[in-house]
């Protein structure tokens, strides 16, 4: 098999010859699977038992992505927080402490600070970039991370930190969100458990919730015996989604770049903004690891403005023809949002109100023209 993501992207997974030549594995919706004969219920279990345990949708998503990143085990869940909340149960304990980027997902720091806390295990935060060897407790089992994380998009080198943590005998969990296993294969950068939301890019159409976790070999059987004992399952439908997406993955990737750089970099050079938070940008703190770990970036980055005051960010963001205003990222869309940073371990310094867009797939020009117009809104309105 080649290495080249295009050719993998399109090759994984498909099973057609068990299809009746049906190029892509169709939709299996399942509870029931019937077994031949009572010898067939009583000897050893074959692959598929029963709807909960897989289907040969869910088995060909679940395939083409281990591959991707080579793991030893996927499994799908119904959304990207849902992969968060089952990676971490996986591996920590009653008693036991999680170490966690003071940059991660927001809800995946609520999840650490309500859930975790009621099930008797502890979490704090770390400023992305800090050694961690100091805030290891005896204690820690694991650290989460994220790289480019939430928000401000700070870069953290994965390979020292999992260096780290494992020389203390704890696991590392990441969410490659950002990069998809397409830009960063996390396991081979020393992560145990790689994390997707695949709702965004994997997804990429803005219709579908998914996610799954990737394990390394001393992870996979944990993994997928807290997923069974769960009883998680994603749909045959959102399965058939995900790998349908996945084959134009590598493409819409490199349009999402490209456009996301061209948007960044014009943004960068306009008076209304003090700075742009964009790793594959020359200019930004993390372009070294990212140069050195990553092989490409996505469409999504942050954006600080001068300080203006708040109608004036509404009218920029109000007028705007080709950008939607969404909790999300990763389709086919342009989207932007107002940015609330929330962080505990190290306060984050910005200049002026913060911003997240997400390039789609339109012409870049295009929304070159639309973020004009609105800065000549904000300016008016400041
Ligand atoms: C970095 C990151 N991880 C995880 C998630 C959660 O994914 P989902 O919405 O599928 O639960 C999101 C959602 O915005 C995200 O931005």
Redesign the pocket.
Known sequence: MTDKPETRAVSLGRKSDEHHGVVNTPVYRASTILFPDYAAMSGPEPEYTYGRRGTPTTRSFEDAISALEGAARTVTVP??????AIAILSVCNAGDHLLVADNA?G??RTFCDRTLKRLGITSSYYAPGDDIAPLLQPNTKAVFC?SPG?LTFEMQDIPALAKTAHAHGASVLM?N??ATPIFFQPLQHGVDLS?Q????YVGGHADV???YISANDSHAARLHQTHGDMGLYASGDDCFLGLRGLRTLPVRLARHQETGLKLARWLEARPEVARILHPALESDPGHALWKRDFSGACGLFGVILKPAPEKAVAAFVDGLAHFGLG???GGFESLIVPAHIKRTARSFAAEGPVLRIHAGLEDADDLIADLDLGLERLRRAS
């Open positions: 959304s990207g927080l849902n992969a968060i997902y809800p995946t994220e939430s969410d969100t950002w994390i939301a695949a709702t965004k919730m998914l996610g909790w999300s990222w």
